[in-house]
């Protein structure tokens, strides 16, 4: 009898599990030095960025791009993507606003009416592309014109001024952080651990990952896909809540452009482009990359022209840096 053998390798299964934690890891460590690094440089160019002030700024700034971010992340984790998250931003806070300043509502009810628009406006987004089986970039792209229409029709293309009727979401807490930005820290945790931990966060990565695979493992992919559309549109529309509540007004351009800020922290924090994965934990340290970027820009006097080209430039050499980590990881 050969004894030849021995249990002291691990399974594979142990060995594919203990590979995926050391990769996170490892990105959880490259993203907080890129971010730690960030901060240095920016506080040796300038006196007053390494300040309380600086830091609770950036932090009462960021919860709106933190909670659409996460949203966008399971979008393109299931290998979509939706270009409408900006415009439905302004639409929900239009519609909270001119509820309270025009139609008299509460502001519990004008709030909820901004989150069901939301919602609503990601759920048609999901149910078109996958009724018809068109790439959400189209879809998605349509329906930023439609809601940013809507949002100008909303508010007869006028700033609507509501004061501190939703100011709620904007008071200081401890150490003068807002009440938003505790908010969208549990929304990170939540987000996450609806990812990791449940049903349907390991049906939103099969999807991404092999979705004929998970259609055949008796999964149906359509609902799941609207869903998690539907969720998107929602926080956008909480963020939209929060951009009004800190303003304190609601304008109907709001947001322009945001969607590809959402994209690039979701991007920057590791998610795949081509889906099957991410995190919603390193699309935070990608919003705060770009927030510390944008502030530490900002600070040094940099021009609108240069931030933007630096931006893409960082946006640029995340893709890159993440293509080749993927690459890497496939080759052993």
């Known amino acids: 009898m050969t004894l030849g053998t021995t249990t002291s390798a691990p399974p594979a299964a142990a060995a594919v599990a203990w590979r995926g934690l050391r990769g996170e890891l490892a990105t959880y460590l490259g993203l907080t030095g890129v971010l730690v690094a960030m901060v240095a440089l920016f506080g040796a160019l300038s006196q007053h960025f390494l300040s309380v002030d ?9 919860p709106a791009l933190a909670v659409m971010a996460v949203g966008m992340t399971f979008v393109l984790i299931i290998a979509g993507i939706d270009l409408s998250v ?10 909270s606003a001119t509820a309270i300043v025009q139609w008299q509502w509460p502001a519990g009810a004008a709030a909820a009416l901004g989150l069901a628009a939301g919602a609503v406006c990601g759920s ?10 068109l790439p959400s970039f189209i879809v998605s792209l349509g329906m930023l014109e439609v809601v940013r229409g809507a949002a100008y029709l909303v508010t007869e293309s006028r700033t609507q001024y509501v004061g501190d009727a939703i100011g709620g979401l904007a008071q200081p ?3 003068g952080i807002s009440a938003a930005f505790v908010l969208a ?3 990170v945790a939540l987000g996450q651990l609806v990812l990791s931990r ?3 966060g390991r049906c939103v990565v099969g999807i991404g990952t092999n979705e ?6 008796g999964v149906d992919p359509r609902p799941v896909r609207i869903a998690v559309f539907a969720l998107t549109g929602l926080l956008a529309g909480l963020a939209g809540l929060m951009q009004a509540a800190r303003l304190e007004a609601a304008d109907p351009n709001a947001g322009q452009g945001m969607e590809l800020r959402v994209i690039a922290a979701v991007v920057i924090g590791g998610t795949s482009l081509m889906g099957g994965r991410g995190s919603v934990v390193n699309t935070f340290f990608g919003v705060l990359i770009i927030a510390v970027l944008e502030a530490g820009l900002a600070q040094v006097g940099a021009s609108e022209p240069s931030k933007r080209i630096i931006t893409g430039c960082v946006i640029v050499v995340a893709v890159v840096f993440d293509t080749v980590r993927q690459r ?3 080759g052993g």
Not at 86 to 95: E, F, M, P, R
Not at 124 to 133: K, P, Q
């Open 54 to 62: 600086t830091f609770v700024t950036i932090a009462n700034e960021i």
């Open 86 to 95: 900006g415009s439905v931003l302004a639409l929900s806070a239009a519609l």
């Open 124 to 133: 048609v987004t999901g149910a078109v592309s996958v009724a018809w089986r």
């Open 173 to 175: 807490w401890v150490g």
């Open 185 to 187: 820290i549990a929304l």
């Open 198 to 200: 449940t049903v349907f």
């Open 212 to 217: 004929e695979a998970m259609r055949l493992a």
């Open 328 to 330: 890497r990881a496939a």
